[in-house]
Each structure stands twice: as C-alpha cells, then as structure tokens.
C-alpha cells in the first residue's frame, strides 16, 4: 500500500473518529504526527441539507427587515436560525442567495451592506399588519385536547 493511501486512510478515519464522537482519537492521531502528517481542523459534517423552496430568501428578508446589514452579519443571522446546517456551509449559501435576490430585484447592495429595496418595506408593513391580525384573531379562541375550538370570553360553550 501506498504512504498516501495509509494517510489519506488514517486521515478519514480521524475524521468519523471526530465526527461521531467516538474513541480511539489519540491514537489515531499518535499514528499521523509519527507519519509526519499535518493535522487539520475537522468541521462539522458538511451535509447538503435542502431548505423548502425559498425558505433562505425569507430568512435574509426576515434578517434586512430591521436594517441594513453586511453580508456576515447576514450570515451569521442564518446560521442561528439553521442549526441544522454547517456553518460553512451556510455562509456561502447566504452570499449566493443575496447575489440571486439582487438580479432578481428584491436587494440592492450600498457599499458593504445589503439592505431591502424600499417599495419591498410597504410590502413588510402589511405583512407585519396582516400577522398582527392574525394574532389577535386566534387570540379569541383557545382549542381544547380533542382539537374542538370554544370561544374564551362568554360563559356558554359553543357545542
């Protein structure tokens, strides 16, 4: 076998050692540095996990809604909301969807911030207006364990 094949074996090896948290990493790594092998950070899993179709263009607009911002604070926005996801990943994600929503016209960059076009801030305040509502609607009725609805409020039951 090959020196290269042994590292690259030993180095794949590290990594699912690290990866699924599992024993035996000293000497794994003892085996490398005595190899005269560089060890390199191991990252979380780079999984290609999909987002429903989207999903990551309302995370940024939800994210510019407060103001402008740069494109890691941007980033760093959707990696709390997508823990699920490597965070190396989702830098790169991030960037190439404000990259798409800009040609597509729903962000414009100024400088070093990305920030909503203005007539996209109506559009907010309905929305905002619209959830509001909605909140206070359903706010009137509490639903039981059987998943019947009674409305809060009056003395009588609705059945």
């Known amino acids: ?24 990493r000293e000497h794994v ?9 560089p060890l390199r950070r191991v990252s979380r899993q780079l999984v290609a996990i ?25 980033a760093a926005i959707v990696i709390k909301w997508t823990p699920q996801i490597a965070p190396e990943l989702v830098y790169f994600r991030a960037y190439s969807a404000v990259t798409r929503m800009r040609y597509a016209g ?31 609607y359903e706010g009137c009725y509490s639903s039981d364990r059987t998943g019947t609805q009674e409305k809060t409020g009056h003395r009588h039951s609705t059945s």
Request: net charge positive; glycine share 8%.
């Open 106 to 136: 729903l962000v414009e960059k100024d400088g070093k911030v990305w920030q909503v076009v203005k007539a996209l801030l109506f559009v907010f305040a309905l929305w905002q207006l619209f959830v509001f509502e909605a909140s206070v």
């Open 29 to 37: 790594e003892a085996l490398l540095i005595a190899r005269g092998v």
């Open 1 to 24: 076998m090959l020196d290269k094949s042994i590292d690259a074996a030993l180095m794949e090896l590290r990594t699912r050692i690290v990866r699924g948290g599992l024993e035996g």
């Open 50 to 74: 999909r987002l429903p179709r989207n999903h990551l263009r309302l995370m940024i607009l939800a994210a510019l809604r407060d103001g402008p911002m740069t494109g890691p604070a941007i």
